[in-house]
């Protein structure tokens, strides 16, 4: 997949533009999560480390909205009222499937800062698509709040006041519904 990729972006970047007109591309096969959020199935809430590691990769596959909704109804069921730190790990494959759709490769969440990192600067095709120029009119509207960074040729955004993954997840969502200009 990442191969594809490479090549709808890169190499073969305006045959894909022309086919592909209208469509929502993808530009990367998947986003990593890093953070020092607590992000977690405490052990009081799900006694069994067998249990907690089968819950965990079951939410790591999950990429529909519906099956996210569907996993928390059953914890609720199972094992009561879902602890805060849960909270937050619930939203992670929302985070990471959002990020994707906007072409950032990694998402750090540390200090209340997000950093989101972009993809290489040979992609041509993001860094002049609909989905980059939605990052760079969020950077225009918000400019106390976001930092450009370059670092070793990488390019990513620093974003203030990112205290939790709900605040991260709402500020994706908010970037992805803009209209780029």
């Not at 977690?40 to 909704?69: C, F, G, K, N, T």
């Not at 609909?130 to 760079?136: V, W, Y």
């Amino acid at each position: 997949k990442e191969s594809v990729l490479e090549l709808k972006t890169e190499e073969f970047a305006e045959e894909f533009d022309e086919l592909a007109a209208g469509k929502t591309e993808e530009f990367v096969a998947d986003c990593t999560i890093e953070s020092d959020l607590e992000l977690r199935l405490p052990a009081d809430y799900v006694p069994q480390e067998s249990e907690r590691i089968s819950l965990y990769r079951e939410l790591d596959s999950m990429e529909r909205e519906m099956d996210i909704r569907e996993f928390r109804s059953r914890l609720v069921d199972r094992f009561g009222k879902i602890p805060y730190e849960t909270e937050e790990l619930l939203r992670i494959p929302r985070l990471r499937r959002m990020a994707r759709r906007l072409g950032i490769e990694k998402v750090v969440l540390k200090q209340g800062t997000m950093y989101i990192y972009f993809v290489g600067d040979d992609n041509r095709a993001y860094y002049e698509s609909p989905m980059f120029g939605r990052l760079i009119q969020f950077l225009q509207q918000n400019p106390r709040l976001v930092r450009i960074r370059e670092i070793n040729g990488r390019r990513s955004f620093a974003i203030s006041d990112v205290p939790n993954t709900e605040t991260a997840t709402h500020l994706l969502d908010t970037i992805l519904t803009l209209t780029p200009a």
